[in-house]
T-cell receptor, first 111, second 113 residues
Framework: GQNIDQPTEMTATEGAIVQINCTYQ??????LFWYQQHAGEAPTFLSY????GLEEKGRFSSFLSRSKGYSYLLLKELQMKDSASYLC????????????FGTGTRLTVIP | DSGVTQTPKHLITATGQRVTLRCSPR?????VYWYQQSLDQGLQFLIQ???????AKGNILERFSAQQFPDLHSELNLSSLELGDSALYFC????????????FGSGTRLTVV
């Protein structure tokens, strides 16, 4: 089976930095994804990691450690519009490309 | 506009009924995926089609079925609907062999009363 764990909720202050953690245990590993989802809307792709290390993309960075089954999403210079759910997803096998998602972390940014 | 089109956006129907959700993938994408998102649950993978063929199956109920047509649009059929089937149903598409993420449609919100 596939198991992906994330904290349910987090709160952070505008302008601050927040780290959202994700741990996974899956039958295989072909990449880890982070998506952002505003309430009632479609998820939008943020980042993809397949090798260990940090991937930086503007205010967002994502880190992966395959040996630990661990990833985090780092959001810097938080803005109010960053209030959303952040979904961690794993692709367990090459070829099929189906993703398994965690339940998501609901981030609330406060002034 | 993500390029993935889902219709209808909202659907309200009674228990026991049957509905069809439709998805048109982004131009050029051969893979279509269906996901269910209930209130307290994450996105649950239902089924994937690639160029008309079923490629992978997740926790899809026997009451649910899907297909992908020659023009690559896909339909998800939900029958004998129960209250617990109320959810957001998302379709996503991806390019051939891509492992760097899907593009999601805006979803169909199904309410079973």
């Amino acid at each position: 089976g596939q198991n992906i764990d994330q904290p349910t909720e987090m709160t952070a202050t505008e302008g601050a930095i927040v780290q959202i953690n994700c741990t996974y245990q899956t039958s295989g590993f072909n990449g880890l994804f982070w998506y952002q989802q505003h309430a009632g809307e479609a998820p939008t792709f943020l980042s993809y990691n397949v090798l260990d290390g940090l991937e930086e993309k503007g205010r967002f960075s994502s880190f992966l450690s395959r040996s630990k089954g661990y990833s985090y999403l780092l959001l810097k210079e938080l803005q109010m519009k960053d209030s959303a759910s952040y979904l961690c997803a794993v692709s367990p096998q090459a070829g099929a490309n189906n993703l398994f998602f965690g339940t998501g972390t609901r981030l609330t940014v406060i002034p | 506009d993500s390029g993935v089109t889902q219709t209808p956006k909202h659907l309200i129907t009674a228990t026991g009924q049957r509905v069809t959700l439709r998805c048109s993938p982004r131009s050029g994408d051969l893979s279509v995926y269906w996901y269910q998102q209930s209130l307290d649950q994450g996105l649950q993978f239902l089924i994937q089609y690639y160029n008309g063929e079923e490629r992978a199956k997740g926790n899809i109920l026997e009451r649910f079925s899907a297909q992908q047509f020659p023009d690559l649009h896909s339909e998800l059929n939900l029958s004998s609907l129960e209250l617990g089937d109320s959810a957001l149903y998302f379709c996503a598409s991806s390019a051939t062999g891509a492992t760097y993420g899907y593009t999601f449609g805006s979803g169909t919100r199904l309410t079973v009363v």
